[in-house]
């Protein structure tokens, strides 16, 4: 017979829901004995107690104030304001203590008059009887302070300070009466808190009596089905934990003809579907960056999205001298060398979370920006990773030999690297049967020409002025010249980098000055200056390409001097 996951799971709940109601009956009405208990101690007791010791606060001002009313007319006879405040305060401290008291005698009448009510009606009514004798013993209070006050006013002194005395005894008679109406509230307090914490301690304990069988129960139940419903759920959970780690060869066995069944199969299908996706993923992540990979399959809706305009830092590296290593070499040899000449390259750019957008032979087409990466950040990146890239060459250059089985006649491999910053398209661009996710605009080509213009400054490194400002805090920079890239009118600042923030030698920053310095006077026409400032780099530098191309220049110039509207812009013809 097959019973459904739904019939078990709602068995088991009404068993539980009797079980827990049952108790929860019990806790209720348990509750409402123990909170008719409880509400009786704030209520009844504590606003006693309150009113006499207020009473009894007031009493003492109220003796204080006569003292002072009957003294200052012993010492000045007559009426005056002084007096008729002290008499105010005095009238008003008695009414208060009268109020106080008889709001106590009200609340005893209540809790005596509550059928409800615990306490012992005996001995609250011998606490009302008190209380009403206090009120008593006040009023012959006040009748002998009118009495002294009657005395003082006849001009009989003595006889006001015997009443003053008289009134003091009574004082002290009706103060210790009253404090000890205020312990008696306190006991009878403390027996009503106590009682009620009996009762409460004997639910509590009834309560969780009963709260244990129910559970006992609960657990009996589940305990019989948990073997029919709870292990298949198991093997499932081991199964999705596997997949999430990886393991997508798992197939959990279908032991049940329920919805747990019918779930497992679905399981395993979806494995098939994940193990299918992750194919397709590392497949199509050998050709394009993982990152984008990721983003296409997980929303595909995007294939169609038009693109949009965004700055990002554009990078192209090139293999110099790839023809003459290239010479008598097997095309598998070649593959070998620009694999792991292409592997060595892009490791930097991934390392820097760059994106690399296509390899064109022995050229890299790399780019930086958002989403993939910070707009504040991707200067740095892009200058770190082409730093990294020159830093590799080493490496290459020693497993060489055994890339291609030569052991002399290699030649050297360099790399020429260009970087420039601004706004690109970007997006998925393409025909209807084959799209590519890049880049492309004025930037773009910009960085390639910066690539190309090394040969022309025999530098590795160049990059345009928007990369070096935003990367001038952490790499060193020292501006080439100004080019006029062909089909543009404005020229354009190329920079080289020259290395790390506090790693770049001493020698080269003292190059790069006398460099600038020459730039500068080469720009004012000052010829002779820039020789020797292009002079003293070399002396420091003697193989540092730019500063031999700026001499060259500078000396052809002062031969034949330019035109007029000449502003140092050189035209960049030809990659």
């Given at each position: 017979m097959k019973i459904s996951?739904?019939?078990?799971?709602?068995?088991?709940?009404?068993?539980?829901?009797?079980?827990?109601?049952?108790?929860?009956?019990?806790?209720?009405?348990?509750?409402?004995?123990?909170?008719?208990?409880?509400?009786?101690?704030?209520?009844?007791?504590?606003?006693?107690?309150?009113?006499?010791?207020?009473?009894?606060?007031?009493?003492?001002?109220e003796g204080l104030f006569v003292r002072r009313l009957i003294i200052a007319r012993l010492l000045t006879p007559g009426e005056s304001e002084a007096m008729a405040g002290l008499e105010s305060l005095t009238n008003e401290k008695g009414s208060q203590a009268d109020a106080e008291l008889a709001h106590a005698r009200h609340l005893i009448a209540l809790a005596i008059a509550d059928p409800a009510s615990?306490?012992?009606?005996?001995?609250?009514?011998?606490?009302?009887?008190?209380?009403?004798?206090?009120?008593?013993?006040?009023?012959?209070?006040?009748?002998?302070?009118?009495?002294?006050?009657?005395?003082?006013?006849?001009?009989?002194?003595?006889?006001?300070?015997?009443?003053?005395?008289?009134?003091d005894q009574l004082r002290d008679v009706f103060d210790g009466e009253l404090d000890f109406a205020r312990r008696e509230t306190l006991m009878l307090l403390d027996n009503s808190a106590r009682t009620a914490v009996d009762a409460q301690s004997t639910a509590a304990k009834y309560g969780l009596l009963l709260l244990g069988l129910a559970l006992a129960l609960g657990l009996v139940m589940t305990a019989i089905i948990a073997v029919g419903l709870v292990r298949p759920l198991r093997r499932l959970l081991r199964g999705t934990i596997d997949v999430q780690q990886g393991a997508l060869e798992i197939e959990v066995p279908v032991t049940s003809r329920d919805e747990i069944g019918d779930l497992t199969v679905g399981f395993n299908a979806m494995v098939k579907e994940l193990k299918a996706k992750a194919r397709i993923r590392e497949t199509f992540g050998r050709y394009v960056d993982p990152r984008i990979v990721a983003n296409l399959i997980d929303q595909p809706e995007r294939l169609g999205g038009a693109g949009e305009r965004r700055e990002m830092s554009v990078l192209f590296c090139d293999m110099k001298g790839f023809t003459a290593l290239s010479e008598g070499m097997t095309p598998a040899g070649m593959v070998r060398i620009v694999n792991r000449y292409l592997s060595l390259m892009s490791d930097p750019i991934h390392r820097n979370k760059g994106i690399i957008d296509k390899y064109m032979?022995?050229?890299?087409?790399?780019?930086?920006?958002?989403?993939?990466?910070?707009?504040?950040?991707?200067?740095?990146?892009?200058?770190?990773?082409?730093?990294?890239?020159?830093?590799?060459?080493?490496?290459?250059?020693?497993?060489?030999?055994?890339?291609?089985?030569?052991?002399?006649?290699?030649?050297?491999?360099?790399?020429?690297?260009?970087?420039?910053?601004?706004?690109?398209?970007?997006?998925?661009?393409?025909?209807?049967?084959?799209?590519?996710?890049?880049?492309?605009?004025?930037?773009?080509?910009?960085?390639?020409?910066?690539?190309?213009?090394?040969?022309?400054?025999?530098?590795?490194?160049?990059?345009?002025?928007?990369?070096?400002?935003?990367?001038?805090?952490?790499?060193?920079f020292r501006e080439i010249d100004l080019l006029l890239v062909k089909g543009k009118q404005e020229p354009q600042q190329a920079f080289e980098?020259?290395?790390?923030?506090?790693?770049?030698?001493?020698?080269?920053?003292?190059?790069?000055?006398?460099?600038?310095?020459?730039?500068?006077?080469?720009?004012?026409?000052?010829?002779?200056?820039?020789?020797?400032?292009?002079?003293?780099?070399?002396?420091?530098?003697?193989?540092?390409g730019p500063s031999k191309v700026f001499l060259s220049r500078v000396l052809r110039l002062a031969t034949d001097p330019p035109s007029a509207d000449w502003i140092g812009v050189w035209e960049l013809r030809e990659k």
């Open positions: 996951v739904t019939l078990k799971v709602f068995s088991v709940a009404l068993v539980l829901i009797l079980l827990v109601g049952a108790v929860a009956w019990v806790n209720a009405r348990s509750a409402r004995e123990v909170k008719s208990l409880i509400t009786n101690v704030p209520a009844t007791y504590v606003p006693i107690y309150g009113d006499l010791a207020r009473a009894n606060l007031r009493a003492v001002e615990f306490e012992d009606k005996l001995q609250l009514g011998r606490l009302d009887t008190r209380v009403e004798f206090l009120q008593k013993r006040h009023a012959e209070l006040l009748k002998v302070v009118a009495a002294a006050d009657a005395a003082i006013e006849a001009g009989d002194v003595e006889g006001g300070k015997s009443k003053l005395q008289e009134m032979g022995d050229g890299i087409m790399a780019y930086w920006g958002p989403p993939f990466t910070l707009a504040d950040d991707q200067a740095d990146l892009a200058c770190a990773a082409g730093l990294e890239q020159l830093a590799a060459l080493p490496t290459l250059c020693a497993e060489l030999p055994e890339i291609t089985g030569l052991r002399r006649g290699i030649p050297p491999v360099e790399i020429r690297i260009g970087v420039a910053t601004g706004e690109v398209l970007v997006g998925n661009i393409g025909s209807d049967s084959s799209i590519s996710y890049t880049v492309m605009g004025d930037t773009v080509n910009f960085a390639s020409l910066l690539e190309g213009a090394n040969k022309a400054y025999d530098t590795r490194f160049l990059v345009g002025a928007r990369t070096a400002d935003l990367a001038a805090n952490s790499i060193v980098v020259l290395g790390r923030q506090g790693e770049v030698a001493a020698a080269v920053l003292t190059m790069a000055e006398r460099f600038a310095e020459g730039l500068a006077a080469y720009r004012r026409r000052a010829w002779r200056d820039a020789e020797a400032a292009f002079r003293a780099a070399l002396e420091v530098v003697p193989d540092d």
